[in-house]
């Protein structure tokens, strides 16, 4: 969508603080010995209680009410009985719908430890994230986004994850643009216009940078088992600094 009046920003702004307070949330309380399940159930109560939605359910009937991915599962992960542990990798996507308007964010954590490898990894992801957001602006090629995020994997020694995008964002979960590559990709001559609504995530990894969807029909892993992160905010694109809706 393109949000050309007062209220689109107003109700966007008021989505976009919901779900990241409920990121927030979940990361925080994340610990050893509670269930996926559990940690859903924390994110599902706190969208309750500020008057969303869960995006994934009500949409395409999510069994979850978050995605909590555990490693090398990197999107898409279904919450259930699998219990956390120490030092495992995970991520938490948080997507919900209010008043007719949605936003979408995402990060990845290490459970409870410091693994100084893959805290380079998380780094570089969110690097990579901060440089995309203000790299799109109006008037700008869509595909700055996809160089910005690929230039800083590699000169962080990661790769990009090729088959997962961002997209465009605002009365539904996923709305047009799509496929914004994660990789710069020469031939996409779309332009970027003043208000469009987009979810930028780079995916960063250690490998090959390909996913598989396991036979849940939903978690999406990395087809060599790297480990893999992923960091997402919810823009509104201007002529100048973005509106970040979900810091």
Avoid at 127 to 135: G, I, N
Avoid at 198 to 226: C, H, M, N, Y
Wanted: glycine share 8%; proline share 4%; charged share 25%.
């Amino acid at each position: 969508m393109t949000a050309d009046t007062e209220k689109d920003i107003k109700y966007l702004k008021a989505i976009g603080r919901v779900v990241a307070l409920a990121l927030k949330k979940m990361m925080k309380d994340a610990r050893p010995g509670m269930t996926t399940a559990e940690l859903d159930n924390i994110g599902r109560e706190f969208l309750e209680k500020e008057g969303a939605t869960s995006a994934p359910q009500a949409m395409y009937k999510f069994p979850g009410a978050t995605c909590i991915s555990i490693s090398p599962v990197i999107a898409h992960g279904i919450p259930g009985d699998h219990v956390l542990k120490e030092g495992e990798l995970i991520n938490i996507d948080v997507s919900a719908e209010m008043d007719g308007y949605f936003a979408d964010t995402g990060a990845s954590m290490i459970v409870a430890k410091h693994i100084p490898a893959i805290e380079k990894m998380l780094d570089a992801t969110k690097s990579a994230l901060h440089k995309a957001v203000h790299a799109a602006k109006a008037g700008q090629p869509l595909n700055i986004i996809g160089k910005t995020i690929q230039q800083e994997a590699n000169q962080n020694g990661f790769n990009v994850i090729y088959d997962l995008t961002g997209h465009g964002i605002g009365h539904k979960l996923h709305e047009q643009p799509s496929e914004i590559h994660n990789f710069y990709n020469p031939s996409d001559r779309r332009i970027l216009n003043e208000g469009v609504v987009l979810a930028i995530e780079p995916f960063l990894t250690t490998g090959k940078g390909r996913v598989v969807e396991k036979k849940d029909g939903w978690s999406l892993q990395t087809i060599d088992k790297t480990i893999a992160a992923q960091f997402e905010h919810t823009i509104i694109v201007t002529k100048n600094e973005p509106i970040i809706l979900t810091l």
